[in-house]
């Protein structure tokens, strides 16, 4: 069983190097069939690949695939051999270190597909395959190249606007996930797996690898490799550590139904039901005081011996300083469980 597929319409810079692709509507675990066609159609002889192609070639991709019975691949195959742009097909063995362009960018968007969710695939290697971009009106554009484009649009009449200048594009401009509201759509980039029922407000911001499980309000940050639970809100300018931020190899994660107060932030994953207090940044060093029913202190310990545990509320004491974690259940409850995990 083949891992990916996907026809894509993509960008070359002059030397004819792979700037992005685009796939309009890309096949995780294929067919077999359909992989025997595309062998049989453009020389596909197994592995990891990523082959250019031409009308013809397309044109007969399209047949082969309309008489299979795949129409939605048929329609784009003969849609994709009138492109003025070049068309790569990409077909994946395996879930493999990416080697090229056109393979990372599959990838990403079977994730902002939901096809495969943040952690489910191999990204290790993708930045070097993802070349850094001016991100403007008329498209992606090698930053070699962008002067003498500039100049060509202003003769022209015209202004080119980069609107962006890094190795990911924003999500919208590739995929739009069914049922989501997205305020500043360039904060959620290619690669976020953006679950239906959320909303992402203007200062909210979704990395790739990283998303919502479903209903939730984003004004804050997920970072690359976080995810957050349904029903969860993170409050104005809070921040979640990511994989890429000093988090390591923790993987960050936000459990159901969970709150993370304004300008506040974690670095280690919560369960459902926790609150984490406007202001409180919360890493795997800092010192918690477990309070009681009564607020009376039972122990001291890490933030990461309360890791993934529910029912939590993180605070810090006005009059001290410390930081402070009461439950639902009893503290001296809480932390038998801690002991009985060790």
Same mark, same amino acid.
């Given at each position: 069983?083949?891992?990916?597929?996907?026809?894509?319409?993509?960008?070359?810079?002059?030397?004819?190097?792979?700037?992005?692709?685009?796939?309009?509507?890309?096949? &995780?675990?294929?067919?077999?069939?359909?992989?025997? !066609?595309?062998?049989?159609?453009?020389?596909?002889?197994?592995?990891?690949?990523?082959?250019?192609?031409?009308?013809?070639?397309?044109?007969?991709?399209?047949?082969?695939?309309?008489?299979? *019975?795949?129409?939605?691949?048929?329609?784009?195959?003969?849609?994709?051999?009138?492109?003025? @742009?070049?068309?790569?097909?990409?077909?994946?063995?395996?879930?493999?270190?990416?080697?090229?362009?056109?393979?990372? &960018?599959?990838?990403?968007?079977?994730?902002?597909?939901?096809?495969?969710?943040?952690?489910?695939?191999?990204?290790?290697?993708?930045?070097?395959?993802?070349?850094?971009?001016?991100?403007?009106?008329?498209?992606?554009?090698?930053?070699?190249?962008?002067?003498?484009?500039?100049?060509?649009?202003?003769?022209?009449?015209?202004?080119?606007?980069?609107?962006?200048?890094?190795?990911?594009?924003?999500?919208?401009?590739?995929?739009?996930?069914?049922?989501?509201?997205?305020?500043?759509?360039? @904060?959620?980039?290619? *690669?976020? &797996?953006?679950?239906?029922?959320?909303?992402?407000?203007?200062?909210?911001?979704?990395?790739?690898?990283?998303?919502?499980?479903?209903?939730?309000?984003?004004?804050? @940050?997920?970072?690359?490799?976080?995810?957050?639970?349904?029903?969860?809100?993170?409050?104005?300018?809070?921040?979640?550590?990511?994989? #890429?931020?000093?988090?390591?190899?923790?993987?960050?994660?936000?459990?159901?139904?969970? #709150?993370?107060?304004?300008?506040?932030?974690?670095?280690?994953?919560?369960?459902?039901?926790?609150?984490?207090?406007?202001?409180?940044? !919360?890493?795997?060093?800092?010192?918690?005081?477990?309070?009681?029913?009564?607020?009376?202190?039972?122990?001291?310990?890490?933030?990461?011996?309360?890791?993934?545990?529910?029912?939590?509320?993180?605070?810090?004491?006005?009059?001290?300083?410390?930081?402070?974690?009461?439950?639902?259940?009893?503290?001296?409850?809480?932390?038998?469980?801690?002991?009985?995990?060790?």
């Amino acid at each position: 069983m083949s891992f990916a597929f996907g026809i894509g319409i993509g960008t070359q810079n002059k030397q004819g190097d792979w700037l992005e692709v685009f796939y309009q509507q890309p096949v &995780y675990t294929p067919d077999a069939k359909l992989v025997e !066609i595309v062998a049989e159609s453009i020389g596909y002889s197994g592995g990891n690949e990523a082959l250019p192609v031409n009308p013809g070639q397309l044109k007969s991709l399209a047949e082969s695939f309309g008489k299979a *019975g795949f129409s939605d691949q048929a329609n784009i195959a003969i849609r994709a051999a009138s492109s003025v @742009r070049p068309v790569v097909v990409t077909l994946l063995e395996s879930d493999d270190t990416a080697t090229s362009t056109p393979e990372v &960018y599959l990838k990403l968007h079977l994730i902002s597909h939901r096809m495969a969710r943040p952690h489910g695939l191999k990204l290790d290697g993708i930045f070097g395959k993802l070349p850094n971009l001016a991100w403007t009106n008329e498209g992606a554009i090698d930053l070699d190249e962008l002067s003498d484009r500039q100049l060509r649009a202003r003769i022209e009449g015209r202004t080119l606007e980069v609107k962006s200048v890094d190795k990911f594009p924003q999500m919208t401009d590739y995929v739009v996930p069914k049922g989501v509201r997205i305020a500043d759509t360039a @904060r959620v980039r290619l *690669g976020a &797996y953006v679950g239906e029922g959320t909303t992402v407000m203007h200062e909210g911001f979704i990395n790739f690898n990283a998303g919502t499980e479903g209903k939730s309000m984003i004004e804050g @940050r997920i970072s690359a490799g976080v995810i957050v639970g349904q029903g969860s809100d993170l409050g104005g300018g809070c921040s979640t550590m990511g994989t #890429l931020s000093g988090g390591g190899n923790i993987i960050i994660a936000v459990g159901e139904n969970c #709150l993370i107060g304004a300008n506040s932030g974690i670095g280690i994953p919560l369960g459902d039901r926790c609150t984490v207090e406007a202001g409180l940044y !919360i890493t795997a060093g800092t010192k918690v005081a477990l309070l009681d029913d009564s607020n009376t202190l039972v122990e001291v310990v890490k933030a990461r011996d309360l890791a993934n545990k529910t029912d939590l509320l993180f605070r810090r004491n006005s009059q001290s300083g410390a930081v402070e974690c009461r439950s639902n259940k009893s503290a001296v409850e809480l932390n038998e469980e801690l002991h009985a995990n060790q």
